[in-house]
Every structure is written in structure tokens, then in C-alpha cells.
């Protein structure tokens, strides 16, 4: 009886420690969640910054679309544009904020889709030129009549002076941060401001690379 009661026992106490150490484990992978309601002022920042990003891309996106014109697509145009119609794929790299690898296989498939043409040389070695087509020429010219509109996701909500403010910090954001997160490896550049002669109100930017 005492050997069948010790072990009764040991089984009894087995079984305590099991339950224990899974309720302890259980308990260990039970989430805080309340904690994730706690955001930093940079936190916020990245969220209103990518939530911005990404409405202004779907309604430039659903802009450039009738015209068979990705928003990607049409940032390495405008950019070709920007310096002068010819140029090389580094040129590219150093002011577009896309990575290189990018950058390289957009121009594959728009050469491919005859908006660019790319030319080898051996000199200077390895040199590539990238120009536009006329193909490409008469997309850009059909997505710069669209631009305008871009207004309408600012002006229903901001003042002149409101958005004047937001374009100045986001420079200063971006100024600030490029080297820090690129290094050398990208050139920032600013656009000259236009204003109302009489308003003086914003207008626009004059921008060249």
C-alpha cells in the first residue's frame, strides 16, 4: 500500500509540474498588444509620410494609366527629361530615389517597349547613352497635360501658405537624410519656386538637373 501510494504520489506531482510548466509557457507567449498602441514621433511620421506616398502614387498611377504609363515609368522619363533627353543610366542613379537594380531593369523593359534606346561605347569604358524615342516623347508630353491635376490633392485641404510650410519641411527631411541613409551615391537638388507677380502666392517650381 505505501509503495502504491508513493507512487500515486510521484505520478501526482509529475502531473503538477507538466501542468505548470505548460501554463507558464502558455503564459509566456501571450502577446502585449496594448504596447503597440505606444508610437514614437518618428513612427508617426514614417506612417503619415507612407500613407501620403501611397495615395498620391494610386491617384497619379490612375492618371498616368489611360496612357499605358506606369508612375514608375514616368519618374525615369521626366528625369531623362530633366537632363536634357540624354543621358547614362548613373546619371539616373545619382538623382532618381530608386535602387540601381531598379532602375536597370525598368530601362531593360522600356527599351524593350521602345520609349529608350541604349547605345554601348567602349569609350569612356562601359559607357551606356540612354535617349527617348519618339515614341516615349509623345507619352511624356500626354502625362505633362495630366500633371496640373496633382493640385487636387492638396488644394481642397491646405491653404497656399499650409502647403508652402509642408513642402519646406519635407525638403528639409529629405535634405537632411539623403546623405545620411545614401551617402554620396545620390544628388538632391531643389526646384526654384514661381510665385503670383501680385498674389505671391506658390505657383510652382522651376526644376533642372
Known amino acids: 500500500m505505501e509503495i502504491g501510494h508513493a507512487r500515486k504520489c510521484n505520478l501526482y506531482i509529475l502531473l503538477t509540474m507538466f501542468a505548470i510548466s505548460i501554463y507558464a509557457s502558455y503564459n509566456a507567449y501571450i502577446m502585449d498588444y496594448a504596447k503597440f498602441s505606444d508610437i514614437g514621433i518618428g513612427h508617426y511620421l514614417v506612417i503619415l509620410l507612407n500613407h501620403s506616398s501611397l495615395l498620391d502614387h494610386k491617384y497619379l498611377s490612375k492618371e498616368l494609366k489611360n496612357i499605358g504609363l506606369s508612375v514608375e515609368r514616368y519618374i525615369l522619363l521626366h528625369t531623362i527629361c530633366l537632363l536634357g533627353g540624354v543621358t547614362n543610366p548613373a546619371a539616373i542613379t545619382r538623382v532618381a530615389l530608386l535602387e540601381p537594380h531598379a532602375i536597370s531593369t525598368l530601362l531593360i523593359r522600356m527599351e524593350k517597349d521602345g520609349l529608350i534606346t541604349r547605345t554601348s561605347y567602349d569609350k569612356p569604358k562601359n559607357m551606356v547613352k540612354v535617349e527617348l524615342t519618339e515614341k516615349a516623347k509623345g507619352l511624356i508630353e500626354q502625362a505633362w497635360l495630366k500633371m496640373p491635376k496633382m493640385d487636387e490633392f492638396w488644394k481642397d485641404c491646405l491653404t497656399n501658405e499650409e502647403v508652402k510650410t509642408l513642402l519646406t519641411l519635407l525638403e528639409k527631411v529629405r535634405e537632411h537624410n539623403l546623405p545620411v ?20 502666392a506658390l505657383t510652382g517650381f522651376y526644376s533642372k538637373l
Open 181 to 200: 541613409i545614401y551617402g554620396d551615391k545620390k544628388r538632391s537638388y531643389i526646384p526654384i519656386p514661381k510665385y503670383d507677380p501680385k498674389t505671391k
